[in-house]
């Protein structure tokens, strides 16, 4: 791939980059900390990896991170995995979350939007006053530091006072999204075993309500750990037998008390995809998240108290946790609860407006989705107030980049970032003081030392290589649940490079600093010994007015062959005919590699997703290979089970 340098996209003023948080920031750190002077974000990000105590010290110092007892050093051990990040120091996570409360009491902290409503606002002291009333009902119902809280909660402020409350407490938070089913919600939630269950009797979702009261039966009675179940009204129905009414524990005026935990004390347990298994517990500690998304939302997304934040997720994912986060910087965030795309698919811009939305995240996939439909955000709503809209899910495709560009406005910083649920951050992505090249995300993050590694472990520019991360970051796990001598966390990440943390996505850091995303390394489509990310595969295909959505599988022969299929989702009117399939090969030839012309090209029904939206690679390749459904992915971890016979049927034809 091509990394010269073309003219970019977008540049900041010089206005812009004065104004910046982040500038504010190295000027700061310049002066105290021995951070280089200037605005050059390539020598601060150097000094941030080479010098992390130095860095994280004037990170925890510039946003008052408050210790009530504080750390004599920053880094313990620095040895992946089981660095130990401020040993000693003790805090809590909620009350950082909540001080501004202390001088906006009557701003809002959150807006509410559904399909229905306007938005409503909860102010800081409202909040504040909700999180104090639970938090001191959950103590009286015996949660104490360290037990499993869990929610089955739509994104809805009711979502936000329970993990606000939980983290007060030194509870465990946990959450999955009302539109997994019960066994999918149970795989998650039975390995951590909650003592309480937060839980709606339904949502609203495509101009539908969801009663989803049976399910919630079904988990009381697989969970025996629950003590105490909270029925939240979002249809309004009453609560059902032995349950607690949520207006009743949140209804007293009470200061908040917050529990001092030692800085790696878990903060909530996030899940993988599970495809393939049962999920891993992923738990994070309430210091870590602390002063990783400081650093991320603070300095990196450049919120504050002026800043509205609205990002499209749902509980199950952990965009929505870094959502939340947003309130360490005073930020008010918009919490939307309904479909991305009802009554259509412009409804995101919708609420964009309707919020007056300043940092506006959504999924690449939801931006070709409008770029396809012909959706027009700028002459169709009023986005002056989006000064930055950030992609996330996937890589965000040249196209994307143009068309928001074109489509929301020529002064717009477009922040396509890359992380994972394992970090509940982002490797590189937003900075607001670089330029945007199409294609690629702006640098990797401070304090996290991104590079590209050959095979042999050798840092590679300008070329393809695997993800890794050479030193420790905060919110890297503390341990998976369930992992007693952590095998399974050290083979997650750490059994390629030891002592290094392998994500497993391809990439290339680009001379000037920048990443491209090639897709997930165990993935990769290599055809005579070229490697190639299916996400640049979809790329170019998905341009084609004609594909709605692509597959691309590399599959490994018994015989030692390499068979590559891809699989096409028409748009409505489309026929997979000569002149489509010469097309599809003749893009993907020209564009990218003659190697990489698929053996077949296959329409198929739909494209099976994670319950996160992102789509299925490896089960699929499991499927073709011959493994049996059941063995090569975890039922509870799809959108739509059903796709998948489709290559369960392949499979047995083509054997």
């Known amino acids: 791939m091509s990394t010269e340098n073309p003219q970019p996209l977008w540049q900041p003023d010089p206005e812009r980059i004065a104004a910046a948080r982040i500038t504010k920031f190295q000027t700061w750190a310049a002066e105290r900390h021995g951070a280089p002077a200037g605005t050059d974000y390539a020598a601060l990000h150097r000094w941030s990896v080479d010098e992390p105590e130095a860095f994280w010290t004037a990170v925890t110092q510039w946003f008052d991170v408050r210790f009530s007892t504080p750390s004599a050093r920053v880094l313990g051990d620095r040895s992946m995995p089981g660095a130990a990040w401020f040993p000693g120091a003790t805090l809590n996570y909620a009350e950082h979350a909540l001080r501004a409360a202390a001088t906006r009491a009557d701003e809002p902290a959150l807006l509410h939007v559904d399909e229905i409503h306007e938005p409503r606002p909860v102010t800081w002291a409202e909040l504040r006053r909700q999180v104090g009333s639970l938090a001191a009902r959950l103590r009286s119902l015996g949660v104490r530091p360290g037990d499993r809280v869990s929610g089955y909660l739509p994104n809805i402020p009711e979502a936000v006072v329970a993990l606000l409350a939980t983290a007060a ?206 959706v027009h955000p700028s002459r169709d709503h009023d986005l002056s107030a989006v000064r930055c809209v950030a992609t996330t899910g996937s890589p965000l495709p040249p196209d994307g980049f143009r068309w928001l560009h074109d489509e929301v406005g020529e002064d717009l910083w477009i922040a396509s970032v890359s992380g994972g649920t394992d970090v509940c951050s982002c490797f590189a992505g937003a900075v607001p003081t670089l330029p945007v090249h199409i294609g690629e995300l702006q640098a990797p993050g401070l304090g996290t030392d991104l590079q590209a590694w050959d095979p042999d472990g050798r840092p590679v520019v300008d070329e393809v290589g695997e993800l890794v991360v050479t030193n420790p970051m905060p919110s890297m796990p503390i341990h998976f649940w369930n ?21 497993g996505d391809w990439i290339t850091v680009t001379s000037r600093g920048s990443v491209i995303i090639h897709g997930r390394s165990d993935s990769t489509l290599n055809r005579q010994g070229v490697r190639m990310g299916s996400a640049d595969i979809y790329e170019a295909v998905e341009r084609l007015p004609e594909i709605k959505e692509s597959l691309v599988i590399g599959v490994e022969q018994p015989d030692g062959g390499y068979w590559m299929p891809l699989f096409v989702h028409l748009a409505p009117g489309a026929a997979l ?51 049996p459904l059941d063995k090569a992915v975890n039922p509870g971890s799809i959108d739509n089970l059903d796709l998948l016979h489709f290559y369960e049927d392949l499979a047995r034809k083509r054997a």
């Open 169 to 374: 407490v030194g509870g465990v938070w946990t959450s999955c999204a009302p539109d997994f089913g019960a066994r999918s919600v149970l795989d998650r939630f039975q390995q951590v075993e909650p003592v309480v269950l937060f839980a709606v009797d339904g949502y609203r979702y495509g101009g539908k309500e969801h009663d989803r009261r049976e399910t919630v039966a079904e988990l009381r009675r697989e969970l025996p750990t629950v003590r105490a179940v909270v029925h939240i009204p979002v249809l309004g129905t009453e609560a059902p037998e032995g349950a607690l009414d949520w207006s009743a524990l949140t209804g007293a005026d009470e200061e908040p008390v917050f529990e001092q935990v030692p800085f790696d004390h878990p903060l909530w347990v996030l899940y993988s995809s599970g495809t393939t298994g049962l999920p891993k517990a992923i738990v994070q500690s309430q210091g870590g998240i602390l002063v990783e998304h400081l650093k991320q939302l603070g300095l990196h997304c450049d919120l504050g108290p002026e800043d509205r934040f609205f990002w499209y997720t749902s509980t199950g994912w952990m965009m929505w946790n870094f959502l939340v986060s947003g309130l360490l910087t005073g930020t008010t965030i918009v919490l939307y609860d309904g479909s991305p795309g009802y009554p259509g698919t412009g409804a995101q811009w919708r609420v964009a407006e309707r919020t007056r939305a300043t940092f506006y995240g959504t999924s690449a996939a939801y931006v070709m989705a409008c770029r396809k439909a012909g």
């Open 483 to 503: 992992d007693p001598d952590g095998s399974r966390y050290h083979d997650s990440y750490f059994d390629t490079y030891p002592g290094v943390w392998r994500h």
């Open 577 to 627: 005919d000569e002149a489509l399939l010469g097309r599809i090969k003749r893009t993907i030839r020209e564009q990218l590699s003659p190697r990489h012309v698929p053996d077949e090209i296959i329409e198929v029904p739909g494209i099976p997703h994670t319950l996160t939206g992102k789509r299925i690679e490896v089960p699929v390749k499991r499927l073709l290979q011959g493994a």
